[in-house]
Every structure is written in C-alpha cells, then in structure tokens.
C-alpha cells in the first residue's frame, strides 16, 4: 500500500519537474537575483556616485520637493524615495503627468541630496527588470504570466512535497554525496541541493502562492463577501483600509514643506523610520501626502502609513502596519520571500538557498536524463524525441540562461548612452542572446553544447571587469580605493562566475575525453 | 486512447478541477467552523493561506487514489460536504 | 556579520558530529570513536552544539531574526560538511 503510494508520488514528481523544470529554473535564476537587485541596479548605472545615507533626510526633502516643484509643478502624483538603506540607496524621485497633459511628462530622476541636481544616468531596466521577470515573465500579458507562475509554483510545492514522500532514506542519506559515480552521483547531488536547503524551497514556495492567492482563490473571498468584483473590491477595502483620499478639487493651493510632515512622522515611529513620501495632486487644494514607512523594518512586510492634507498639514489617517494576525500572517510570509529586510549575512544566505533551489532542479533534470540515456544505450529503450528534447533543453536554458544574463550586462556597457529605448534593447539583447544558445544546442551534439555554452558563460561573466574598465571610470582599480564595495563586488563576483563556468567547461572535457566527440 | 491514457486524463481533470473546487470549498468550511466569530477579512485570508495546502493535498489524492473513480469520489464527497457546512454556517 | 561567524563556529562543528554519529561515516574516525555509545554521544554534542547557536542567535539579535539566522545558517553549514566528506572519499579512492 506504502509502496504504491511511493510509486504513485514518483511518478507524479518526474511529470511535475518535466512539465515545468525548465520554467522553475527560470524563476529560480530571477527571483535569486533579485536578492540583489539594487546592487545590480547601481552597477548598471555607473554615472551613480557611491551610494553615502546622510544622517538626516531633512535637506534630501527640501531638494526633491524643489525639483518635483520645477519639473512637475501640476503633475497627478510625486513620490520621493529617501536614501535610507540597501533597498533604496539613492534619493529617487518620480512623477507622474498631469491628467490633461501628454504621458511624456511622466518620469523619474536620480537626485543628489546635496546639491539637488539630478544625475544624469543611462536608460536601462537595471537589476529591476531582471528581478521582475521572475514573476511577471518577459514578452506575455500580465494576466497570461500570473497564471503560469502561479501554476508553476503549485507543481513545485507538490514537486517538493513528493519529493520528500518519495526519498526513502531522507536521514540516512542527509550528508551523502558520492562524486564521479554517473547516475548516482547526480541522484546525490539533486537531494543535497533539496534538503539542505528544505526549509527555505518549502517557505519561498508557498509564500510565492500567498502574494498570488487574491487572484487565484476569488471564492473563497466571494464566500463571505458575495459573488461579482464589487465585492471582491469591497474585500480587498477591508483589508487595506483606503487612506483619506479626495478627488482634485482643481482649485491651486500651495504645497507645504514636506519635510514638516517628515518631522512629525519621524516623531512619531522614531528615528530614520520613512522610507518615502507620496504626494496625491501637488499644489491643488486637495492635495494629500503619504508618509511611508520602512516595509523592510522587519520580517514582516507591513509598515504605517500617514496620511496628511498637503495644505494644512493636518493629519488625517493612520494605516498601522499590524492589523489583525492573519494578515500579520500573510505580511510575515511577503516578508519572509522578500527578504528585503535581510542584513548582509541573511541576505548571502539568501542568495544561496535560490542557487541551491536552481541546483536542485537543474540536477533533477540532468538525472532523468543521464537515466534515460543509459537505458536507451544499453539497448532497453529507444533514444526517444523527448530524450533528445530534454537534453537540448537542459543546456540551453541551465546554461543558456547564464549566458543570456551575461549577454544583458554585456549590453548596457555597449549601447550608446543616449539611445532610445535603451533600457528596451538591453531585454532584447538577453532574449536575442539565449535565442541563440537555444539554436547552438539544437545543432550541436549535447556534450559538446554543454562545454561549449559554459565557456560563452566563463567569457561573458570572466570578461565583464574588463569591459568594465574599457567603458567607464569605475572599474576595479578605481572602485576597490574608492571603497565603491557595490561596484567591486559586482565585478569581483562576475570574475568568480566566470571561473566557476570554466571550472564546469574543464570538467565537462575531461568526462568527454573518454567518448571523443568534439 | 488506452486505457491507461484515460486514467492519467481523468486523474489529471480531477486533480486540477477537483482540487480547485475542494480547494475553494474546505478552508471556507475550517474557517466558519472553527473560526466563527472572526472578522470577514481576517477569514478569507486564513481561508485563502489555507487552501494552497488543500489544493496540494487533493492533488497527491487524486494521483494516488486506488482508481480514477475513487479519485473523484473522494474529492466530490468532500467537496459537497465542505459547501453544506460552509452554507449552513455563512 | 560577527554574529554569522560566532554561529557558524557552533554549528558547523555541530553538523560535522552529527554526520560522524551516523553509521555510514564513522569509518573515518578512529576506533575509539566508533560503536553505539560513541554514536550517541557524538550524536548528543551534535543536537547541543546546535542548540546553543540558536541560543546564542536569540541572545543576540532577537528571536524574530535569530531564529531566521540559525534556520538560514544550517544550510551552508550542513552544504560544508557534504563538501568535507565528498572531498574526503575523492582523496580516498586515489
């Protein structure tokens, strides 16, 4: 009976990583690097100065708000984002377009806290865009990509658990990685990466489920709320309590000095506890402002928000970040698959728990192939389409992936600074980079792409300090004196993933010395 | 078609829509049982946490039921139970 | 950062006991270290080493973050002895 529920949840675990190992991957690669997002984003930007978080937002305010004033004066909506972590490091300001005027108007700035002045950076999605193709996917609908996100997911919340029913001997085995013995080898190294990092791949999955669950569950809420969008709008009011707004009254009105409301929020949660300041129809006589806090105060990914009238000053509402323990709940696991609020050890553990995870799953593909394949060598099975498929298809997007990330980077320092829709041919440039390495392991026999994709990785990421250094100023001989620790660490890293795939190319030579194929 | 085809198919419908249904069905029927004199928000989001684990839950049933049929028995059994208390008690 | 290198200190060594308790690595101890009792015993300072950077991460930095420390450092700790004894079997089979 045991046995073939055991039998039953295999199965059900092989079809689950087929059906979606490769997009896991995907949103493995993604989601790790957005752990390190803005780090990217400053690498990526390199006319940023070091990033330095002043003591006192005060003159921060005071500029942002006059430049929003002189660029934006009768824009719908500023939002000033202060220099107070990891999370935001430099003072950032955008605004958004008057409701008559055209969309171009829109726009963000880089502003120095200083001088106020805005620093000129190059046009390019950054770390962002990386990180938000985790769950949004490139190229697709946004509908279109929640559901298969969403989907995905789920089968790897099965995937996991299965997993887990299907190991026999998930104590006994818990140190045991035996090298160099072919399929067991690689058996071993897919339940290391698994259990060693358990907690973390059950926690980021089902919290990937939660930050969807509005979208996927509607029933459960119609359940208590009645059927239809209204009430499903009425739910969603409920649980994040609309903030003291009102429609433009049209009327010019000025807008006060931000920093006062700065100053009474300050007072009120303590020292450097906002985050952010939004202001709803400046310079209108109804205008609101929206003091935030810090959402990655802690574990949990909730902050207050005050609401204040933007001419009197007058504070009008309070969101609490705590309002009932299942949000706290819900707020706890955002918090939780965020990590925004990791200090840097947390943080590299982090980033290693999300490689593991794509280990995990690049190790479960590899072995269902390296099963296959000695089956169908030995004469038992036919080397079938979905063996060549899945061979393919493993080097393409395990290594493929790499090389299309590398590619990205490779083009913000080689597209002209002033082009347009920079920040656009940048994606382009990934995407173009892994059609590529899709086509290369369609032709070429499958060990050989392995070893000839990783040394594409090796260069791409081995090269990119040098071309760091031949197209801007703050390359390793500048950054490391400078104490620019973002930067040097970006290329330091990139270097030791250059490495690491050269590593990989050396090995996959030396396993193919003994079948000579090219 | 064999067989064996229509089983993983039907097992397949179950899972996936059977899931869904239970997984709408039962942490609404948890929830106002145990949790009945909670606020509306607060229950729809114990409910909503709840029911990815349900989901999951019904899934491995369906797949490792002793047939297909037993697979939907099961699931709509539950399901038609979990909607007559929810409705009895909402 | 202190903080991370004071728990590793407890439980890396913690999972290398744990591992050498296990019957499947005690070939590499020396025979004193072998045998049920000594299993328990290397068992019993495994859980404890373990136990006391947890302690210590509470201690430290509050529950909240020490327990998502502790948790978090497991895994490199566990991941560093999987290396050790990997290594060790490749020398070996030289």
């Known amino acids: 009976m045991k046995d073939r529920f ?24 993604t989601g790790t690097l957005g752990y390190l997002d803005t780090e990217i984003d400053r690498w990526m930007r390199p006319e940023l100065p070091v990033a330095s978080y002043p003591p006192s937002q005060k003159m921060a305010i005071d500029r942002a708000q ?14 000033l984002t202060l220099p107070i972590d990891r999370n935001e490091p430099y003072l950032h300001v955008s605004w958004q377009a008057a409701r008559a005027g055209a969309p171009a108007a829109s726009g963000t700035a880089y502003l120095d806290p200083g001088s106020g002045r805005q620093i000129e950076t190059r046009d390019t999605g950054g770390g962002q865009a990386l990180y938000q193709m985790h769950w949004r996917l490139h190229y697709l609908p946004p509908l279109g990509s929640l559901w298969i996100v969403g989907i995905a997911t789920l089968a790897l919340l099965l995937a996991l658990v299965t997993g887990i029913v299907v190991h026999r001997k998930i104590l006994a085995d818990f140190f045991t990685f035996r090298p160099r013995k072919g399929q067991r080898s690689w058996l071993d190294a897919h339940n290391v990466a698994s259990v060693v990092s358990l907690p973390f791949q059950l926690m980021i999955t089902y919290s990937g489920l939660i930050f969807l669950m509005f979208s996927f569950m509607p029933l459960v809420a119609a359940a208590w709320y009645g059927p239809g969008q209204a009430s499903q709008d ?10 003291a707004s009102a429609p433009a009254a049209g009327r010019s009105a000025m807008l006060l000095p931000l920093d006062r409301l700065w100053r009474d929020a300050q007072d009120r949660w303590g020292p450097n506890a906002v985050a952010a300041l939004e202001v709803q129809d400046p310079n209108d006589a109804h205008a609101r402002v929206h003091v935030i806090g810090n959402f990655a105060a802690g574990p949990l990914r909730a902050t207050s928000i005050l609401t204040y009238d933007g001419v009197s000053g007058e504070r009008l509402a309070e969101r609490q970040a705590w309002q009932s323990g299942p949000k706290a709940l819900r707020d706890a696991m955002l918090g939780l698959h965020e990590g925004m609020f990791a200090p840097p050890a947390l943080r590299a553990i982090y980033v290693l728990s999300g490689l593991l995870g794509a280990v995990m799953i690049a190790t479960g593909m590899v072995l269902w192939c390296v099963k296959r394949r000695q089956r169908a060598e030995r004469g038992r099975d036919m080397a079938h389409a979905g063996l060549r498929l899945a061979e393919r298809l493993n080097v393409a997007v395990f290594i493929g992936l790499p090389v299309a990330i590398g590619a990205y980077f490779w083009a913000n320092r080689l597209l002209p600074t002033g082009m347009a ?28 792409a392995w070893k000839e994709q990783a040394i594409f990785a090796a260069v791409a990421f081995g090269l990119l300090p040098v071309l760091n250094a031949a197209t801007t100023s703050r390359h390793l001989l500048q950054s490391v004196p400078d104490a620019d620790w973002v930067m040097a660490g970006f290329d330091l890293a990139s270097l030791a993933i250059g490495a690491a795939f050269a590593g990989l190319a050396w090995k996959v030579k030396r ?5 000579t194929l090219c | 078609m064999t067989s064996a085809h229509w ?9 996936v829509l059977g899931g869904y249904a239970l997984a709408s069905t039962l ?37 490792s039921a002793g047939s297909a049929r037993s697979a939907w028995a099961g699931l709509g059994v539950l399901v038609l139970l979990s909607s007559l208390v929810a409705w009895a008690l909402l | 950062m202190l903080i991370a290198v004071a728990l590793l200190s407890l439980s890396v060594p913690g999972m290398a006991a744990l591992a050498f308790a296990m019957e499947r690595h005690q070939t590499w101890l020396a025979p004193r270290w072998r045998g049920r009792n000594a299993r328990l015993a290397l068992r019993a300072a495994g859980i404890t080493l373990l136990a006391s950077a947890l302690a210590c991460a509470v201690v430290a930095i509050g529950w909240s973050f020490g327990v998502l420390l502790w948790l978090g450092l497991l895994t490199p700790s566990a991941l560093a002895i999987v290396g050790v004894l990997a290594l060790g079997q490749k020398c070996s089979e030289r």
């Open chain 1, 6 to 29: 055991r039998q039953s949840m295999a199965w059900l675990h092989t079809w689950l990583g087929l059906l979606f190992g490769w997009l896991l991957y995907f949103i493995f690669i």
């Open chain 1, 66 to 79: 006059a430049f929003l004033q002189s660029h934006a004066a009768h824009g719908q909506r500023w939002t």
């Open chain 1, 234 to 243: 009425v739910f969603l009011d409920e649980v994040f309590p609309p903030l």
């Open chain 1, 421 to 448: 829709h920079r920040a656009e041919l940048e994606m382009h440039a990934l995407f173009a980079a892994w059609l590529l390495m899709f086509i290369l392991a369609a032709l070429r026999p499958a060990l050989c």
């Open chain 1, 511 to 515: 396993h193919q010395a003994r079948r």
């Open chain 2, 7 to 15: 089983n993983v198919f039907s097992r397949c419908l179950a899972a």
């Open chain 2, 27 to 63: 942490p609404v029927a948890i929830v106002a049982a145990c949790w009945g004199g909670a606020a509306r928000s607060d229950a729809v989001l114990i409910a909503m946490q709840m029911s990815f684990a349900v989901y999951a839950g019904a899934i491995m049933w369906a797949f």
